[in-house]
T-cell receptor, first 113, second 114 residues
Framework: SAVISQKPSRDICQRGTSLTIQCQVDSQVTMMFWYRQQPGQSLTLIATANQGSEATYESGFVIDKFPISRPNLTFSTLTVSNMSPEDSSIYLC??????????FGPGTRLTVL | KQEVTQIPAALSVPEGENLVLNCSFTDSAIYNLQWFRQDPGKGLTSLLLIQSSQREQTSGRLNASLDKSSGRSTLYIAASQPGDSATYLCAVRDSGAGSYQLTFGKGTKLSVIP
């Protein structure tokens, strides 16, 4: 199974600033995904990150707020822009392998003051 | 829109007991169903994946079943151990073309008491 790492593991940020989260996979994968888990809630898909094309965003999420890069088949970044306390969540990246199993990174715990 | 429900929200059992976690989904047109484990403050660990054509999958002390027509899945944990304490999430992937999104339940928080 794919091994996924994320940086940073956690951060505390001020309102109005931006944070970029990195996701690194130990093998080449086609599909990468970014999820958000708000406190006490389950996971919600933010967007699908495709190498060589624009990310596909789910309803309620927009590129200006959550810009995503996917420069190659092993790496992606998610930026949380102009943050507010409502953005405090765990952000997770995941990948899907040929078996259609999704594997998740350890997550980035973000607190916005 | 697919909705996934997990009951109970929390469960506490003594060590050694067998237990069943339940997951239900509203749209039976799924591609697969996946069970995950999440430890506090951590990411998700994939436990089992069941394709829509399968009835069950087993891994060690874990057995997951799927009844697609009734929109239900169960995760059976045999001989529970304190190390099994975690939140268990089920997620379904719809069968629509180009659909990669997993729809998650809110999870069942399991506590195994030594």
């Amino acid at each position: 199974s794919a091994v996924i790492s994320q940086k940073p593991s956690r951060d505390i940020c001020q309102r109005g600033t931006s944070l970029t989260i990195q996701c690194q996979v130990d093998s080449q994968v086609t599909m990468m995904f970014w999820y958000r888990q708000q406190p006490g809630q389950s996971l919600t898909l933010i967007a699908t990150a495709n190498q060589g094309s624009e990310a596909t965003y789910e309803s309620g999420f927009v590129i200006d707020k959550f810009p995503i890069s996917r420069p190659n088949l092993t790496f992606s970044t998610l930026t949380v822009s102009n943050m507010s306390p409502e953005d405090s969540s765990i952000y997770l990246c995941s990948v899907e392998e040929l078996s259609y199993t999704q594997y998740f990174g350890p997550g980035t715990r973000l607190t916005v003051l | 829109k697919q909705e996934v429900t997990q009951i109970p929200a929390a469960l506490s059992v003594p060590e050694g007991e067998n237990l069943v976690l339940n997951c239900s989904f509203t749209d039976s047109a799924i591609y697969n169903l996946q069970w995950f484990r999440q430890d506090p403050g951590k990411g998700l660990t994939s436990l089992l994946l069941i394709q829509s054509s399968q009835r069950e999958q087993t891994s060690g002390r874990l057995n997951a079943s799927l009844d697609k027509s009734s929109g239900r899945s169960t995760l059976y944990i045999a001989a529970s151990q304190p190390g099994d304490s975690a939140t268990y999430l089920c997620a379904v992937r719809d069968s629509g073309a180009g659909s990669y999104q997993l729809t998650f339940g809110k999870g069942t928080k399991l506590s195994v008491i030594p």
